[in-house]
């Protein structure tokens, strides 16, 4: 049976908050959580959330270097469930497009793919043109999950944390992590003054 570990990737696109929720809801959940922070996203997380690189050394339980692609992580021997980049630029997606593995954090989801482990790629980029799109279309040929954060409207969020939170439990969903934090879909209700759409 497949340990229970989950990589996390967190890499420079705008969203950082989508990677601090991943660990903290994966740790609520008994998940062992490997941490990768690319050096783009250790600046978004000071310019967007005040945070430094101590601020978060607490929230995994293992921290790898981004360099350092002798890291556990980097080998299909150690077995995970997977891999969540949260966020996930176009430059770190189109590299494990591409089986470039210049750092650890392309590295590591290159050897999920290979092992045919689950890699969810919480895409954070919009508009897209057609390199984007083609870059998509053939990381999910390869195996991979492309899951842009979209916003649950019908949760009713009243919050940018529940937001965010939906959006990265929705993710853990895939790895079959059940955080308690989705709002499941339970159906159209309607009220007692309204009257259901007819065909």
């Known amino acids: 049976m497949t340990s229970r570990r989950l990589i996390i990737g967190i890499s420079g696109a ?4 989508y990677g601090l929720a991943a660990l903290d809801l994966a740790r609520s959940a008994g998940v062992e959580t490997h941490l990768v922070v690319s050096r783009s996203a250790m600046l978004t997380l000071h310019q967007e959330l005040g945070l430094h690189k101590a601020d978060i050394e607490g929230r995994a339980d293992v921290i790898h270097p981004v360099s350092d692609v002798g890291a556990t992580i980097a080998s299909g021997s150690f077995r ?101 934090a989705v709002k499941r879909w339970g159906g159209i209700k309607a009220g007692k003054d309204e009257t259901p759409f007819s065909e």
Do not use: Q, W
């Not at 705008?14 to 908050?17: K, L, P, R, Y």
């Not at 590591?108 to 998509?136: C, I, W």
């Open 80 to 180: 995970t469930m997977g891999m969540l980049i949260a966020p996930c630029s176009v430059r770190t997606m189109s590299e494990i497009c591409t089986g470039v593995t210049s750092t650890l954090m392309s590295r590591a989801a290159d050897v999920v793919l290979k092992e045919r482990r689950r890699l969810v790629l919480m895409v954070r980029e919009t508009p897209l043109h057609l390199g984007h799109l083609d870059t998509m279309k053939n990381l999910t040929l390869m195996g991979a999950v492309i899951m842009p954060p979209v916003p649950a409207f019908y949760a009713k969020p009243t919050s940018l944390d529940e937001v965010v939170r939906h959006s990265v439990a929705r993710a853990l969903d895939l790895f079959d992590i059940d955080t308690g």
């Open 14 to 17: 705008s969203g950082a908050a």
